[in-house]
């Protein structure tokens, strides 16, 4: 017989994207958000952030995250500011890291809305940001830090654990525990063999999981990451040009840089200056530093990393680098070239066939990253039409996401399969290819979830 209030679960976000990770669990009353994303790409999923929550933020009494990329996290001060009060419990790695990410999220949409302005592109006058920095700092006073592997209370029988997951610092997996069932979300899951972060702990026993499936529909390249942007730096440094990484400020920036000195130091590549422009990045990977235990690299190893590249903070020193010219390297953010410090340097650089473009990861549909991937060869930039003759290379080696092979390999360390497995996270062809995976390989019941969908985490189907 059904209960009066069974627990359920309402995808929110994450269903048709690889953005916007948000979830809520509700069981009697109690309502646990797990993650609270921004949506990004296609302007049709961007214009998600701007419509009302789907519930009361008053309503929910937790967050929780399952790490720091802003996919997933950068909806919390939006979230606050429009009533919740409740705790927001991550691992102290994500804590320390929304730290750096939800204020630079908040100066960002702060400038979007400047430049909006500027442009008289927004039905606002004046237009409005989604946050500000100040709302950001704000959001942080209701961070909650919590150990992996610790059982967190959460009230009227609903209990969670962090538990690893590779990918970046701070990266956790979830499992509640509610009703009598557990649900476990994999967050973004890390590879086994990433050559930064341990990789993600096995999967238990569970009734529901809940999966990303960002590279759902494909596999890693086969060779070595290290000696593809070896490469890449050699071939173009010959002709005296300019190699412009797009990097995520956490997590592939401090990838490209250990990188990049193991290559220095076996000689492999020229000794042409190296520039990491990003403060964000900059701190993110001194916080590294700080936690050992999550990742593989030795203490000789970071002041390698350290010593690579030249540190850029300022904004004076990061508009000379491009007067500079080659041969160099410059690593800025964002990663899918969708703001940030890159598109000064994409303007300035992008248009000299001696250059190149490097792409150092995954691109979401809709984003200049997948544009140019796909072989664009005219971005729109701060409003003006940018033609880019430089040539551009997407190292498909250096994701820190498991890919489908080794998401199945993950699933199989499973004691027994879960009554249901959802497929979210991920475009909607990686996702379907995921579920056709689940099913044939591994005889699993799974499929893809709507949009704002609610399942009972009893009975799912």
């Not at 442009?119 to 006058?125: E, K, L, N, P, Q």
């Not at 422009?277 to 690299?297: C, G, K, T, W």
């Not at 004076?316 to 070239?337: C, E, F, V, Y």
Request: aromatic share 6%.
């Amino acid at each position: 017989m059904a209960t009066k209030n069974p627990a359920t679960l309402q995808f929110l976000g994450a269903t048709d994207t690889v953005t916007g990770s948000r979830y809520l669990v509700d069981f009697h009353g109690t309502r646990i958000l797990v993650d609270c994303g921004l949506f990004q790409g296609y302007k049709r999923l961007r214009l998600r952030n701007r419509q009302p929550f789907p519930v009361s933020p008053a309503s929910i009494d937790a967050v929780l995250l399952t790490h720091a990329h802003l996919d997933h996290t950068g909806y919390v001060p939006r979230l606050v500011r429009d009533g919740f009060v409740g705790p927001v419990y991550a691992t102290h790695g994500t804590n320390e890291l929304c730290k750096l990410l939800l204020p630079d999220s908040g100066h960002l949409q702060e400038e979007e809305a400047r430049y909006a302005d500027h442009r008289g592109s927004s039905i606002h006058t004046p237009a409005l940001p989604l946050y500000t920095a100040a709302d950001a700092v704000q959001s942080l006073n209701s961070f909650r830090p919590v150990d992996f592997d610790e059982s967190l209370d959460l009230g009227r029988g609903v209990e969670a654990t962090f538990v690893p997951a590779g990918h970046i610092l701070g990266a956790a997996q979830l499992q509640i525990r509610v009703g009598g069932n557990t649900v476990h979300f994999t967050g973004d899951l890390g590879r086994d063999d990433d050559p930064l972060m341990y990789p993600p702990r096995e999967l238990d026993s569970v009734d529901v999981l809940v999966t990303e499936s960002t590279y759902g529909n494909r596999t890693h390249p086969a060779g070595s990451s290290e000696v593809e942007l070896g490469e890449v730096v050699s071939r173009v440094a010959k002709r005296s040009g300019v190699i412009l990484i797009a990097a995520f400020a956490v997590g592939r920036a401090e990838t490209l840089m250990l990188q990049l000195a193991r290559l220095r130091r076996k000689g492999l590549i020229p000794e042409i200056p190296i520039y990491l422009n990003s403060p964000m990045a900059i701190d993110a990977s001194y916080m590294y530093q700080q936690h050992p235990d999550e990742h593989r690299l030795r203490p000789e190893e970071f002041q390698d990393m350290y010593h690579v590249a030249t540190m850029t903070r300022t904004a004076d020193d990061s508009k000379l680098l491009n007067l500079r010219g080659g041969p160099m390297i410059i690593i800025s953010a964002s990663g899918m070239l969708t703001g940030g410090r890159i598109l000064h340097h994409l303007a300035a650089y992008g248009n000299d066939p001696n250059n190149a473009i490097v792409l150092s990861g995954y691109q979401a549909a809709g984003t200049r990253g997948a544009a140019l991937a796909a072989g664009s060869r005219e971005l729109r930039v701060y409003g003006q039409d940018i033609r880019i003759r430089a040539e551009v290379v997407q190292l498909e080696g250096f994701s820190a996401h498991a890919d489908s092979d080794a998401i199945i390999r993950w699933m199989r360390s499973a004691p027994q399969a879960p009554g249901m497995t959802y497929i979210t996270h991920g475009e909607p062809e990686a996702s379907d290819a995921l579920r056709l995976r689940i099913k044939h390989e591994l005889g699993w019941k799974a499929r893809v979830p709507e949009y704002t969908e609610t399942i009972s985490i009893a009975n799912p189907e």
